[in-house]
């Protein structure tokens, strides 16, 4: 049983409470956050009894086993450590750290104290991503990849008014390439792995990309991956093949719905004879109950070759990652 102990009190970690008091195998043990009242008022929302103002605290109770960090992106990597040492299981929010180097680090500090160490990201748990692995097999050799994640975040007012914030702020390890477009740069490093090149066009303000497009090659294919959060658009991917395509309808974290088009070779059509096919869709934003239940059936049931495949996808994205940061000049404090 997975007994988790919750550091953070936002949106995210709102959805993901509900989350996981649907779910089998899990339960949550206690919520920290610094404010007391806050903290309080979180937990009766959630039916959680215990709670506490000092995440020492809440690592040195025994009936904790996990605890899930979902706080500022800056602090992913100290907390991770703090919790590890505890010896305590983590799972930590995306962007899993500040830079590949601090990855690295708190792998070896999990396998150091034998303990396990996922990132909450949606895509590989979820059942349309298997699908969606089975139709690409169905439309020959990708050689395009477009991926898309914008959707407007009222805190850039704010930031274009001269305030600061943590979706925007470098030394908090902000910005639309460590949010929206991770999803994006994610998904193809599960599928296909590091790519041979990767470069960052980014609109960069004040040291921070809020919007940009990322180009990945890999032998025989290219990958555009865009994301914003200073704009909106229609959000989506689109594998594109020799004999046929892959959509995934709506942001790649989701995964809603999964559509098909095969090409038909026994058509005389010059341009090709085309198969279509939609696949059931899923209800909006369920993809994080889908997540922890997943997550929960493969920690329970010990598998190992599981864990191995989402630490490579981890560590691949955040080197990924750097690379694209690096390429527009983007830098953080924990660099």
């Not at 409470?17 to 919520?31: F, L, R, S, T, W």
């Not at 979706?167 to 639309?176: E, I």
């Not at 594109?240 to 088009?261: H, L, R, W």
């Amino acid at each position: 049983m997975m007994k988790v102990g919750t550091v953070g009190t936002g949106m995210v970690m709102g959805i993901m409470m509900g989350a996981m008091q649907e779910a089998e195998g899990i339960c949550v043990e206690a919520v920290f956050s610094r404010s007391a009242e806050r903290g309080r008022e979180f937990a009766d929302k959630f039916g959680v009894a215990k709670t506490y103002t000092r995440y020492e605290d809440l690592l040195a109770d025994p009936e904790v086993n996990w605890v899930y960090v979902c706080s500022p992106n800056s602090v992913h990597y100290s907390q991770t450590m703090q919790a590890l040492e505890a010896g305590k299981n983590v799972l930590c929010e995306k962007p899993f750290a500040t830079n590949a180097a601090q990855a690295e680090e708190m792998f070896a500090k999990a396998q150091e104290k034998g303990l396990l160490l996922y990132e909450a990201l949606t895509s590989p748990f979820l059942a349309n991503y298997h699908l969606m692995k089975e139709q690409l097999e169905r439309i020959g050799k990708v050689k395009m990849v477009l991926a898309g994640y914008s959707q407007y975040d009222k805190r850039y007012d704010a930031f274009k008014a001269g305030e600061m914030n943590n979706a925007f702020d470098p030394n908090m390890a902000g910005g639309s390439l460590m949010d929206l477009n991770y999803y994006n740069v994610a998904l193809l490093v599960s599928l296909y792995g590091e790519p041979e090149r990767a470069f960052y066009a980014a609109n960069v303000e004040r040291g921070i990309d809020t919007s940009g497009i990322a180009i990945l090659t890999y032998p025989g294919f290219v990958a555009e991956c865009h994301g914003g959060k200073d704009v909106t658009g229609e959000n989506g991917v689109q594998f594109q093949g020799e004999n046929g395509m892959v959509q995934v309808v709506g942001p790649c974290n989701s995964m809603a719905q999964i559509k098909a088009t095969v090409r038909d070779p026994e058509d005389p059509n010059p341009f090709g004879g085309w198969k279509k096919e939609e696949f059931p869709g899923t209800a909006p934003f369920t993809h994080w109950k889908e997540e922890v239940r997943e997550l929960a059936r493969i920690v329970n049931s010990g598998d190992q070759a599981d864990f191995e495949r989402r630490k490579a996808t981890t560590l691949g994205t955040m080197r990924t990652i750097d690379r694209l940061r690096k390429s527009a000049g983007v830098v953080f404090l924990g660099d």
